[in-house]
């Protein structure tokens, strides 16, 4: 069955620091792979998608995400954070044996300090 | 920048009772979503639904619920007879297309559903 692990509940990063936030997958063929940010109180915001094609994916707000295929892996990623990116983070993967649904991981809590 | 809208943002009702969750999609979407979060639990994929009929859902989705587009702009969720575990967020999207093309879903801002 199709899985995505988000391995860490919270990452803690000062201010102007690269970021990364981690996510590993499980599927049968090739994986379609999203990221979301959720702020409080506010619905999943798409950030960027992988499908096919060059393995670093740029998306909003100066994200980008590279896709790993021998790691199953499509960890997040930012050179320089801003605490504005403090927010709850969503890695998902669209179900291979499915049109439609994305399987989700747990979330990660990235909080950005001054 | 086109959105989704949900509505309420707020449900609280009792055990039994009867809810519907509205959403307007993004207007030249064609296939639509809804799915839960539980608090502190992962986003579950309930029900998406294509040219008005259910294209695929979850063993979540149970005859207690029901999915309907009543006319070209609100899409609803219906919970027949609320249970004290069906309290969650409950979040709508709606993307472009589906099955061809895997077009970002967009989501709504959520209906937090309270059932006492």
């Known amino acids: 069955a199709q899985s995505v692990a988000q391995p860490e509940d919270q990452v803690n990063v000062a201010e102007g620091n690269p970021l990364t936030v981690k996510c590993t997958y499980s599927v049968s063929g090739n994986p379609y792979l999203f990221w979301y940010v959720q702020y409080p109180n506010r619905g999943l915001q798409f950030l960027l998608k992988y499908i096919t094609g060059d393995n670093l994916v740029k998306g909003s707000y100066g994200f980008e995400a590279e896709f790993n295929k021998s790691q199953t892996s499509f960890h997040l990623k930012k050179p320089s954070a801003l605490v504005s990116d403090s927010a709850l983070y969503f890695c998902?993967?669209?179900?291979?044996?499915?049109?439609?649904?994305?399987?989700w991981g747990a979330g990660t809590k990235l909080i950005i300090k001054p | 920048e086109p959105e989704v809208t949900q509505t309420p943002s707020h449900q609280v009702t009792q055990m039994g009772q009867e809810v519907i969750l509205r959403c307007v999609p993004i207007s030249n979407h064609l296939y639509f979503y809804w799915y839960r979060q539980i608090l502190g639990q992962k986003v579950e994929f309930l029900v998406s639904?294509?040219?008005?009929?259910?294209?695929?859902k979850s063993e979540i989705f149970d005859d207690q619920f029901s999915v309907e587009r009543p006319d070209g702009s609100n899409f609803t969720l219906k919970i027949r007879s609320t249970k004290l575990e069906d309290s969650a967020m409950y979040f709508c999207?709606?993307?472009?297309?589906?099955?061809?093309?895997?077009?970002?879903?967009?989501f709504g801002p959520g209906t937090r559903l309270t059932v006492t």
């Open positions: 639904f294509y040219n008005n009929e259910i294209s695929e």
């Open positions: 998902a993967v669209r179900d291979i044996g499915s049109n439609y649904q994305l399987i």
């Open positions: 999207a709606s993307s472009e297309a589906g099955a061809a093309t895997p077009y970002e879903q967009y």
